[in-house]
């Protein structure tokens, strides 16, 4: 076993999507009461975090539909502390789902004052890992903290099983109505994502080791936003040595593609529905025959039929059962391990890549304005 925090974190997720799990199942009663008093009422649920906390929502609001939270945004709290009135007014009545790892940055806060201060009327829900954050200390009659296990709290700079588990949380959040149902599918998650890590890590290891200094991770629905945090992941572990994009399937053919050179590797997340599928796999034919890239991964629940033209084919396995919600976070060790090995490669430590100090655990020199 590597003696990193970044290794540690990345293996322990499923355990912590079963802790968190178990803890939400607990407070079923809590939950239910409290999200019910507000959707019964017509609140719009917005999802929103920094960076990683952010790219949660970006996969989730495809996911979710069909759920209590079915018509959820998701707005990053960059966003929102700049500009809060461009998504709410004196008319907005809003359930506030905030992310965040430490609940000590400043958008976290101050996205939560400046939604208060703007819209009608605002519920909160934090999903957060540190139980001395800012935003788990915060109390009131409209606030619901969810205060995820210890272990989430990601003691490396990148966040590997905070992200996982958040988002998880809220997926069971918006099923809190059937949430024993729910209890089966996370069981059967983390055992086939436990598998999958423990069979391709040398692969994986193997991949980063290639010279490649570009990277394209693409995703369908919310595999796209799967795909957005895979970019962060392999670019922040690598301290931007290695240069990365995500994209949809279909969006990458409209100007984007031309990233793809020679020194590029490609990660395809391929969906399990078989009608958005042709149009994956149209793409990887198209951009095998020319030729371009270095090497690719495909990841998929279940191979493709036929030989898997790629430089390295990862088969996670999980039933077509799976609601989405669940099954597109099981994508995302890919990209955790290839930084987490890349980083190795570069001659970084992956607990603390940033040689010039350029980003930090929790951001830093953010004013807040009032």
Known sequence: MLDFYTYKEIKQQPRMWVKACEQILDRKEEIASFVHKYLDRDYTVVLTGAGTSAYIGDALVPALFGTLFRSARSIATTDILTSPEDYFDSSSKVLLVSFARSGNSPESVG??????????????????????????????????????PPETNDLSLAMTSSYSTMLIACALIAHIDNIEEQQDHIAVLAGAV?????????????????????????????????????????????????????????????????????????????????????????????????????????????????????????????????????????????????????????????????????????????????
């Open 111 to 148: 996205a939560v004052r400046a939604v208060e201060k703007t819209a009608g009327s605002v519920a909160h829900i934090f999903i957060t890992c540190n139980a001395l954050g800012q935003l788990a200390l915060m109390q009131g009659d409209n606030i619901l903290t969810l205060l995820l």
């Open 194 to 370: 436990e598998s999958a890590m423990e069979k391709y890590e040398s692969d994986i290891r193997g991949i980063a080791g290639m010279g490649f200094k570009r990277a394209v991770f693409l995703g369908s629905g919310p595999l796209k936003g799967v795909a957005e945090e895979s970019r962060l992941k392999l670019q922040e572990l690598t301290d931007g040595s290695v240069m990365c994009a995500f994209d949809s399937f279909l969006g990458f053919r409209h100007g984007p593609k031309a990233v793809v050179n020679g020194d590029t590797l490609i990660v395809y997340l391929l969906s399990d529905k078989p009608a958005v599928q042709r149009y994956e796999l149209d793409l990887i034919r198209q951009i095998k025959s020319l030729g371009y890239e270095m090497g690719s991964i495909l990841v998929s629940q279940h191979r493709p039929a036929g030989d898997c033209d790629s430089s390295l084919c990862i088969e996670i396995g999980l039933p077509a059962a799976m609601p989405e919600c669940y099954s597109c976070v099981s994508y995302i060790f890919v990209a955790q391990m290839l930084g987490m090995f890349k980083s190795l490669d570069f001659g970084l430590s992956p607990d603390s890549p940033s040689i010039s100090g350029n980003i930090s655990r929790v951001v830093e020199g953010v004013t807040v304005y009032n």
